[in-house]
């Protein structure tokens, strides 16, 4: 079940324009549906026993938006970390509340800021019901990678898992675009926010429709959104991602 969306053009467009929401400024412990800094000791979680790295590369770093898939129940640690040579891109697809997503491209030499959930067992799963069953996303396991954290249970991690797009990646004369908004270091793609890559799918697929009547109807009208991604395929490049294998979609 994904979680509801606001009611009202105003709500519907400031959602779809501010992905992918903002980050927690450090690690973080997601309590009652509050982000608090997480404490130096947590008995609780120390061992993180039984809870399953999944890399937030999006809007799932963000307190809001665990938020509203966990309601105020949820008890999640968030870990900052970085991540080496991978970059944080847009995904050739806009979602079901009119913003262009994230995804992971293999970019050597990088270092790009994202956020590890620590999630138990029906966490994960309901994870899975907001991202997968559909036609992007499908989740699996990054093997030998370097992904050090600023908080955790350990410094390194040397694997981890994550939600990667099937749709490929969004891309300007071959070449992926990165998220502004996601902190990286030594990247060598362009980066735009959210309100430019919206205007860039729009310049390219919109016609003459004004962008907020793009966002609206792609939210509303399920077959606008399906077609308007199919275009946003022509170009896109295949998403890059040495270190994954898929485990289910």
């Given amino acids: 079940m994904p979680w509801p969306l606001p009611q009202g053009d105003a709500a519907l467009l400031a959602l779809a324009k501010s992905y992918p929401f903002t980050a927690f400024p450090d690690s973080y412990l997601l309590r009652a549906g509050q982000a608090l800094p997480m404490p130096a000791r947590h008995p609780e979680l120390d061992s993180y026993a039984g809870r399953v790295p999944v890399i937030a590369h999006g809007s799932n770093r963000a307190p809001d ?37 994230a995804n992971l491209h293999h970019a050597p030499g990088m270092q790009v800021e994202v956020f590890v959930t620590w999630l ?29 954290l600023e ?18 990646c969004l891309a300007d004369a071959g070449r992926p675009l990165a998220l502004a908004e996601v902190g990286a270091r030594r990247r060598a ?27 609206l109807r792609a939210i509303r009208d399920p077959a606008y959104r399906r077609s308007l ?12 991602a040495p270190h994954f294998a898929a485990l289910r979609r």
Wanted: glycine letters at 12%.
């Fill in 189 to 215: 793609h362009a980066a735009m926010g959210q309100l430019d890559i919206l205007g860039f799918v729009r310049a390219r697929h919109g016609g003459e429709a004004p962008l907020d009547d793009l966002i």
């Fill in 120 to 148: 138990d067992v029906p966490q994960l799963a309901r994870m899975h019901e907001t991202e997968l069953g559909g036609e992007v996303y499908e989740y699996g396991r990054l093997d030998g990678i370097a992904l050090d």
């Fill in 229 to 240: 991604i199919e275009a946003m395929g022509n170009g896109a490049v295949p998403t890059a």
């Fill in 65 to 101: 938006q665990l938020r509203r898939k966990y309601g105020v129940a949820a008890e999640i640690p968030v870990s900052r970390a970085w991540l080496q040579d991978y970059d944080v891109v847009y995904s050739a697809h806009v979602t079901r509340y009119g913003s262009i997503a």
């Fill in 151 to 168: 908080h955790g249970p350990v410094a390194r991690l040397s694997a981890a898992y994550v939600y990667l797009s099937r749709r490929g």
